[in-house]
């Protein structure tokens, strides 16, 4: 299986960071990887997907990169509604494998 | 708008099973891949598996976690997919998401979630 390792666990931020967050693949995946937003209580949204392509109605503020086994997501200004666990999946293998998360709380 | 809704979760013995229904709505559910991803209480997501299209031959596949003790299947005419969970564990105790998976290959539409909790 291909074992995605997402860093940092936890990120304290302040409203306007620009904030990066990593995925590294255990085996190269091209670009097949996407990017989800969740919030407490409520199932993860798709924010970008093909590594760098965001998805219709996403803020253009997040963007995403990488290809082969880095990738990273930016979020250039860090806004209130943007706390949240962000999570990376590849869906170049089965199983379709996600990272472990990464909590985005207010500094 | 497209609407996926998850029914059927609740308390269920160690050992025993349940079935998990995601009605769909607002889109050609016939069309579509459909996914199941669960999360553990406080955990990560994980891919549990997917079913294909007919033009696919309704193929599956699974997360090794699931193998052998869950099937997911669907019902094109009803717009309803399925996951028959069998042999449960504690370990099995999460949140199930149904997912249509859009034709680009990525998981776009998630329902609310479903609670499965294994205990005694």
């Known amino acids: 299986d291909i074992q995605v390792t997402q860093s940092p666990f936890f990120l304290s931020a302040s409203v306007g960071d620009r904030v990066t967050i990593t995925c590294r693949a255990s085996q190269v995946i091209g670009t097949s990887l996407a990017w989800y937003q969740q919030k407490p209580g409520k199932a993860p949204k798709l924010l970008i997907y093909a590594a760098s392509t965001l998805q219709s109605g996403a803020p253009s503020r997040f963007s995403g990169s990488g290809s082969g086994t880095e990738f990273t997501l930016t979020i250039s200004s860090l806004q209130p509604e943007d706390f949240a666990t962000y999570f990376c999946q590849q869906l170049s293998t089965y199983p379709l494998t996600f990272g472990g998360g990464t909590k985005v709380e207010i500094k | 708008e497209v609407q996926l809704v998850e029914s059927g979760g609740g308390l269920v013995q160690p050992g025993g099973s349940l079935r998990l229904t995601c009605a769909a709505s607002?889109?050609?559910?016939?069309?579509?891949?459909m996914d199941w991803v669960r999360q553990a209480p406080g955990e990560g997501l994980e891919w549990i598996g997917r079913?294909?299209?007919?033009?696919?031959?309704?193929?599956?596949e699974y997360a090794a976690s699931v193998k052998g003790r869950f099937t997911i299947s669907r019902d094109d005419s009803q717009n309803s997919l399925y996951l028959q969970m069998s042999s449960l564990k504690a370990e099995d105790t999460a949140v199930y998401y149904c997912i249509r998976r859009d034709n680009n290959g990525y998981l776009n539409y998630w329902g609310q979630g479903t609670l499965v909790t294994v205990s005694s």
């Open positions: 607002g889109f050609t559910f016939s069309d579509h891949f």
């Open positions: 079913i294909r299209n007919k033009g696919d031959s309704y193929s599956t």
